[in-house]
C-alpha cells in the first residue's frame, strides 16, 4: 500500500526541485542580455536623477519654508505611504501581492505540501526585492532633498531610505494580510481610499492625525525626530510578520487567475502590444465591465451617431472602481493646478 511522504520530505524535496529551477533558469540567461538590462537600468537611473536634480533645484530654502516644511511637510509625505497601502491593499484583495508561475499553483499549492511553506519563499523573494529598490530610491531621494535643506546628505539619504524601506513594508504587509484574510475587493478599494482622504485632509489641515503621518516623520528625522516614526516601523515589522504567517491562505483560484493574467500581461510587454497590455491590467484589477449599464439606454433605429452613442455605453457600463479612481485622479489633478 502506498503511504504519503512526511512533510519535511516533502519540503525538501520542494525547495530543491526550485533550487534547480533557479540554476537552470540562470544558466539559461545570456551574459549578453543580462550586460545589456543592467545598462538599461543603469541608463533609466541616471536620466530619472538627472531630472529629478533639475526638478528639485540646489537654493536653500528660506526659514518659513523650512518651518513650513517641518509643521506640515509629514503629512504629505505620508500620503505617498497611504497609496502605497491602498495599492497593497487592493493588490491583495485580488490574490495578489505574489504571482507564481501557472505550474506552481497547480502542481504545488494542490500537493500536499504545507502552503504557508511552499509561498513563504517567493514571498520573502520578492519582498527581498522590493526592499532592496525602495532602499535604493530612498538614498537617491533623501540625495536630492538635501540640496536645498540643512544637515548632512549623509542622513538625508539615510532618512530617505529607512522612508522607503516603512512604506514598501507597510504596502507590502497590509497585501500579504488582505490576501491571507480573504477582504472583499469593495473593502480594500474601501479602506485604500479612505486612508489616501485622511492623508491629502491632513496636508490640507483639515483634519489632523493621519495614520500614514508617522511614517512620513521618518523622511523629515534630520531637522525633527519625532518619535512616533518609530511607531510606524514597528507596525510596518508587526504587518510583515502576519502577513507571513498569513501567506498560505491565499485563494488558488485567484492565485491561478493572477498567475495566467501577469504571464500574458509580461508577454505583452515584451512586444510592446500597448492595447493588450491595458485590456489585461484592467483584467488584473478585475475592472470588468458591468452587466447592467448605470442608465438603461434603449436603441431606436438608425442613430445618426453610432460612435457617439456607443463610447456613451460603454461609459455607462464602468464599474464602480473605475469611475472612483477617476474622480480620484481629477481631484489631485485640481490639487496639483490649485498648488502650483
Same mark, same amino acid.
Given at each position: ?14 525547495? *530543491? ?18 550586460? @545589456?538590462?543592467? @545598462? ?33 511637510? /509629514?503629512? =504629505? !509625505? ?14 491583495? /484583495?485580488?490574490?495578489? $501581492?505574489?504571482?507564481? *508561475?501557472?505550474?506552481? !499553483? ?33 538614498? %537617491? ?12 546628505? &549623509? ?16 504596502? @507590502? ?10 477582504? $472583499? ?20 489641515? %483639515? ?5 500614514? /503621518?508617522?511614517?512620513?516623520? &521618518?523622511?523629515? =528625522? ?18 510583515? %510578520? ?8 491565499? /485563494? ?25 497590455? &491595458? ?26 451617431? $453610432? ?34
Amino acid at each position: 500500500m502506498l503511504t504519503a511522504a512526511p512533510d519535511a520530505d516533502l519540503e525538501g524535496s520542494l525547495a *530543491e526541485w526550485r533550487r534547480i529551477r533557479r540554476r537552470k533558469r540562470l544558466a539559461e540567461v545570456h551574459w549578453i542580455d543580462a550586460l @545589456y538590462q543592467a @545598462y538599461l537600468t543603469a541608463l533609466l537611473g541616471g536620466t530619472a536623477v538627472l531630472i529629478g536634480a533639475g526638478f528639485v533645484g540646489d537654493g536653500f530654502l528660506t526659514p518659513s519654508q523650512l518651518e513650513r516644511l517641518t509643521r506640515d511637510g /509629514s503629512d =504629505w !509625505v505620508g500620503l505617498i505611504t497611504a497609496a502605497v497601502v491602498a495599492v497593497g491593499l487592493r493588490s491583495g /484583495s485580488r490574490g495578489g $501581492p505574489v504571482a507564481l *508561475e501557472r505550474a506552481d !499553483v497547480r502542481h504545488i499549492l494542490l500537493a500536499p505540501v504545507d502552503r504557508t511553506t511552499a509561498m513563504r519563499g517567493p514571498a520573502l523573494r520578492q519582498l527581498r526585492f522590493l526592499l532592496f529598490v525602495a532602499a535604493l530610491t530612498g538614498a %537617491v531621494a533623501g540625495i536630492l532633498a538635501a540640496h536645498r535643506l540643512p544637515e548632512e546628505d &549623509i542622513a538625508w539619504a539615510a532618512c530617505g531610505a529607512l522612508f522607503a524601506l516603512t512604506t514598501i513594508a507597510l504596502g @507590502y504587509g497590509a497585501a500579504l494580510c488582505a490576501s491571507g484574510l480573504r477582504m $472583499p475587493s469593495w473593502l480594500a478599494s474601501l479602506l485604500g481610499l479612505g486612508l489616501i482622504v485622511w492623508a491629502i485632509a491632513d496636508g490640507a489641515n %483639515v483634519v489632523e492625525g493621519s495614520p500614514t /503621518s508617522a511614517a512620513g516623520h &521618518i523622511a523629515l =528625522w534630520p531637522l525633527d525626530m519625532a518619535p512616533s516614526g518609530f511607531v510606524a516601523i514597528g507596525i510596518a515589522i508587526v504587518l510583515l %510578520v502576519v502577513g507571513i504567517s498569513l501567506v498560505g491562505n491565499v /485563494s488558488v483560484e485567484a492565485a491561478e487567475r493572477r498567475s495566467t493574467l501577469v504571464g500574458q500581461l509580461r508577454f505583452a510587454a515584451t512586444l510592446q502590444d500597448v492595447r493588450t497590455v &491595458i485590456v489585461l491590467r484592467r483584467q488584473l484589477a478585475m475592472e470588468l465591465p458591468r452587466v447592467q449599464p448605470w442608465l438603461p439606454v434603449q436603441a431606436r433605429g438608425t442613430h445618426r451617431l $453610432p460612435v457617439w452613442t456607443r463610447g456613451v455605453r460603454g461609459l455607462l457600463r464602468w464599474p464602480a472602481a473605475r469611475v472612483a479612481r477617476l474622480v480620484l485622479l481629477g481631484a489631485i489633478a485640481g490639487l496639483a493646478a490649485r498648488g502650483a
